[in-house]
């Protein structure tokens, strides 16, 4: 196992450190995945790694726009409902066929929309300024020059910039990349985050209960926030409160993983295994001044060929657990997908009602938010296992460490939820 992480901030003396620290030492210490091609339907939402040029023009040949004739503009250009021209018609040309007939002066091929614009010809004449017809056709007006074809290169040009690097790609992307000819692209790809729920008390969904039981609601809440994310989580089963038995887990999932979540386990209390068995392996573990989630651990773990992965070790409270994952999780998979790790997401808003907290600690509130009033209101109370209010918020309320109470009306910042996707 690697060394453990430095101890600039006096983590050791279970002093509290400030979001910022905790969230500061955790983006020192991962980095962004090492890029890979993968195909174009799975890159959506992932980030470009190196800057894409197009490899040929786009249309690649001239083509028509219209269903009509194609024909020489010096041919046509006098033509009128009066004064018709008329032409003889050498061949149909389709969508997907290949040039066959040159269009000489005094001649003109009927052409389907998208299908190449043969030789000679430099205008093409619509159906409806015509009779239509088959082997020679009447042309009642006469068309702009150039007009109704599309040029080689006029959307895109051999060599131009596609996509710049670092750019989270769109089905629009994708469409262009599948334009010129690109089944693949080159992304940092998803982040591998292995989801490990422990607690002897704990049971899966559709389990009968024990008296003492209850269901393991985290691995579910965490995978589907990394899945939500863009990344591809793989939920473990149920770890009891055994420290070999969480260390064997680990080491089974270690190899599949770019980053290990783990929920419970990290506070002070006689079976908090995960902070026993990870603290002599160099895992930070320590108090961050806030509310929920003061308890905290983080640290890298050494893979097969000297990889270190990072693990994120959160409270067992759904609440305190989800909560920790925005906060310090998602930025992390975030710098390791090449996304920017700021939430951008974050507003100000005007309280319905009051609120209180404790004094040195930021308190996060399940809330509701209306951007149509700029309002925010607080959703149930501020307990870490309410996870019934927490289904029913969809914002953060953000109450400073030197706040302990604040007025209806006062302006707060608030994070929305999900709102990256």
């Known amino acids: 196992m690697p060394d453990p992480l430095p101890d600039p901030l006096g983590q050791a003396a279970l002093a509290p450190i400030t979001v910022e620290q905790h969230l500061a030492q955790i983006l020192d210490a991962v980095e962004p995945l090492e890029p890979c091609q993968v195909p174009l339907l799975d890159a959506l939402g992932l980030v470009v790694a190196a800057e894409v040029r197009s490899e040929l023009d786009l249309p690649s040949f001239d083509n028509s726009a219209m269903d009509g004739y194609a024909v020489r503009y010096a041919d046509v250009v006098t033509a009128t409902a009066e004064s018709p021209v008329h032409l003889p018609v050498l061949e149909t040309i389709g969508a997907g066929s290949e040039r066959s007939v040159v269009v000489e002066p005094g001649t003109a091929a009927k052409v389907m929309t998208g299908a190449p614009v043969p030789p000679?010809?430099?205008?093409v004449v619509p159906y409806e300024w015509t009779d239509a017809g088959a082997e020679q056709v009447r042309v009642d007006r006469a068309p702009e020059p150039g007009q109704h074809v599309r040029p080689a290169g006029e959307d895109v040009a051999r060599g131009d910039l596609l996509i710049e690097a670092g750019t989270e790609l769109t089905a629009r992307h994708l469409g262009l990349l599948a334009?010129?000819?690109?089944?693949?692209?080159?992304v940092r790809p998803r982040p591998r985050v292995v989801i490990i729920s422990t607690g002897s008390e704990l049971r899966d969904p559709g389990q009968p209960l024990a008296p003492d039981s209850i269901y393991d609601a985290n691995s579910y809440l965490l995978a589907a926030a990394a899945r939500d994310l863009g990344a591809q989580p793989y939920r473990v089963g149920l770890?009891?409160?055994?420290?070999?038995?969480?260390?064997?887990?680990l080491r089974d999932q270690l190899g599949r993983a770019d980053a290990v979540v783990t929920s419970g386990g990290v506070s002070m209390g006689d079976f908090d295994i995960v902070k026993a068995a990870l603290r002599e392996l160099g895992v930070w573990f320590g108090p961050v001044a806030m509310q929920p989630g003061k308890p905290q651990g983080f640290g890298l773990l050494e893979a097969a060929g000297g990889a270190r992965v990072p693990i994120f070790c959160l409270p067992g409270n759904p609440v305190s657990s989800y909560l920790s994952f925005q906060l310090f999780v998602a930025p992390a998979l975030r710098k390791m997908m090449g996304l920017p790790v700021a939430d951008e997401a974050r507003v100000t808003a005007r309280l319905t009602h009051a609120v209180t907290s404790p004094p040195a600690r930021r308190?996060?509130?399940?809330?509701?938010?209306?951007?149509?009033?700029?309002?925010?209101s607080p959703v149930g109370g501020p307990g870490s296992h309410l996870v019934g209010y927490l289904a029913e918020a969809d914002a953060l309320i953000v109450v400073p460490e030197d706040a302990t109470e604040l007025?209806?009306?006062?302006?707060?910042?608030?994070?929305?939820?999900e709102q990256h996707r």
């Open 363 to 376: 308190q996060f509130l399940r809330a509701a938010y209306d951007p149509e009033t700029g309002s925010v």
């Open 179 to 186: 334009a010129v000819g690109r089944p693949t692209v080159g």
């Open 239 to 249: 770890v009891p409160d055994e420290p070999e038995a969480f260390l064997a887990s």
């Open 120 to 123: 000679g010809a430099d205008v």
């Open 407 to 417: 007025a209806a009306g006062a302006s707060v910042e608030v994070i929305p939820l």
